[in-house]
């Protein structure tokens, strides 16, 4: 038990109660009869009530002290805090085209696909490192694309699931081969607004903004919907693009099997930057070209502070007032504390009005 922050200045008071004692103590004080000689008396011996006198000024002095405290606010203070989150939601919307199988990355200085120096840098976007603390309070999905869209990994605040979805993917088969931009900002875009929706329905969660990260190395040449269509829908819907045409400019060695084991040829590769950029300028958003893994890391760098969440805390501190409410004591129930300065106040008239009633 504490006291109220506001009130507790009040048990500076408790000293006076002890101004209940004043009458039996001060020098002043006169008999009420006088007599001659009281040795007579000397041997008489006290009664039970004559020696319970000092209980009147006791019970005062305590019924002081209980209103005192009372007034200071005895309280049993719950706190609990409440967390409210402006997140993010985020989705990755990533080219897993044949093209991304060029080696013009590298990762501890060994050479790698762009997928798998895509997927490294993602990888710490999401839970954080290199440098980035996470998306640890935003949504996060992932939709991939070649000849065709597909929704990988629906928007979640579960990254666990989104880190294992990026461990497993790989660049499409033959069949399947393409890029397909813009059917991709679409489906990325239908995800957006349908999550952003629902989370601020429920109330859990506000969505701050809604961002989708576009990272491709080729040009559209696939899907049935146009790049600059999909993103005015993003724009009408409030979906930012950023944009991150991926890999080296002119020609990058591809790996090819051969007779003699897999080789590394060089082939003419092509970005469609000006598309890029301005998918990204019509959204609000930017355009950024990663040519190694160091640069794709800046970028995502760049676009982890540009959108960041927002958190808050709300405390709320409830106090149970035991000046008018009942606390357990040893075990017991025990009366508010007014209540027990009002009874013994009423023990201490009823006393000293009676029995041990004392002559002016």
């Not at 491709?216 to 269509?229: F, I, M, S, Y």
Request: proline share 5%; with cysteine.
């Amino acid at each position: 038990m504490t006291f109220h922050p506001s009130s507790a200045w009040f048990l500076l008071l408790l000293p006076l109660a002890l101004l209940a004692w004043w009458n039996w103590i001060r020098p002043a004080r006169r008999s009420a009869l006088f007599f001659s000689c009281t040795t007579r008396f000397d041997g008489v011996p006290q009664s039970v009530w004559s020696r319970l006198r000092p209980l009147v000024p006791s019970l005062r002095t305590i019924a002081l002290a209980l209103v005192v405290l009372a007034i200071a606010r005895p309280v049993k203070s719950n706190e609990s805090t409440k967390t409210f989150v402006e997140g993010v939601a985020i989705e990755m919307v990533l080219d897993r085209s044949g093209s991304m199988r060029a080696h013009d990355f590298t990762i501890g200085g060994k050479d790698v696909e762009r997928l798998t120096a895509l997927k490294a840098v993602a990888r710490d976007f999401v839970a954080g490192g290199k440098g980035m603390p996470g998306r640890i309070n935003d949504l996060v999905g992932v939709v991939t694309f070649a000849g065709f869209a597909d929704a990988l990994v629906p928007l979640t605040l579960d990254h666990d699931v989104v880190l294992d979805a990026l461990k497993q993917l790989r660049t499409a088969q033959q069949d399947e081969d393409g890029t397909a931009i813009g059917d991709a900002l679409a489906l990325g875009v239908e995800k957006l607004k349908d999550a952003a929706d629902r989370a601020n329905a429920d109330g859990e969660m506000r969505i701050r903004s809604k961002v989708l990260l576009l990272l491709t190395d080729g040009e559209n040449n696939a899907g049935e919907l146009e790049p600059t269509d999909a993103a005015e829908l993003a724009a009408a819907c409030g979906v930012k693009i950023y944009a991150i045409g991926m890999g080296t400019k002119g020609l990058a060695p591809f790996p090819m099997e051969t007779p003699f084991g897999t080789q590394f040829v060089q082939q003419p590769v092509n970005i469609d930057e000006a598309l890029l950029t301005k998918l990204s300028e019509k959204t609000g958003g930017q355009y950024f070209r990663a040519t190694d893994t160091d640069s794709l890391l800046k970028i995502y760098e760049t676009i982890d502070q540009l959108e960041k969440s927002k958190v808050e805390e709300q405390k709320l501190v409830r106090y149970r007032d035991y000046a008018v409410e009942p606390f357990a004591f040893a075990g017991f129930s025990v009366p508010p504390v007014l209540a027990l300065a009002l009874l013994v106040l009423c023990a201490e008239l009823l006393l000293s009005s009676t029995r041990l009633r004392v002559l002016p």
